[in-house]
């Protein structure tokens, strides 16, 4: 049975913390509906209504550029093991960006990530629950390394190319408000 609640509880809190894996959906007005698997150690909550990820470089930037046109974001939480549960968080969110006011104090929370290109804001208005009867179980057995050793290869330059050649506008041709792309 499905619940809502107002805002993050220490029940909650638990269970994030204890997730390997987590998913961001965003759309804009127009364009393809754009969902997100994302690890790594890359999220934390900031208070009972407020959480922060930061995203790596990509094939896309899909989520940059929905954000511009329309601020809403879900971020879904699934348990893969014993005790079954499923949590979204809704609401509204922004994309900080290396040049913005907030980038140094937001990334300072989380471990160096070569390739690090925004840190999105979440303030979340609603949460919701459910049985997650249906998500099978499965064992973690580490994150992957690839996208380190891929940013490590492609230097600081190279990465600044990639992001100017793939990660300027989303799929459907929206910008995605990076600074140097």
Partial sequence: MAKQ???????????????HMYFVATAARGGRINMSPKGLDSLRVLSENR???????GSGNETA?????????????CSFVREPLILRLYGSARA?????????????????MLGARNIFVLD????????GYGVPTMEFTGQREMM??????K?????????????ATSIDGFPTGLPDA
């Fill in 5 to 19: 609640f107002p805002k993050l509880t220490d029940r909650h809190r638990s269970f994030i913390d204890q997730q």
């Fill in 51 to 57: 959480v922060v990820w930061l995203n790596g470089t």
């Fill in 65 to 77: 550029a929905h954000l511009l046109d329309t601020p809403r974001m879900t971020v879904m939480f």
């Fill in 96 to 112: 900080v960006h290396a040049a913005d006011a907030d980038w140094d104090d937001l990334i300072m929370l989380f471990p160096p």
């Fill in 124 to 131: 979340i208005d609603l949460l919701q629950t459910s049985c």
């Fill in 148 to 153: 380190h050793t891929w940013a490590a290869k």
């Fill in 155 to 167: 230097g600081d330059e190279g990465l600044a190319t990639y992001h100017r050649e793939r990660n």
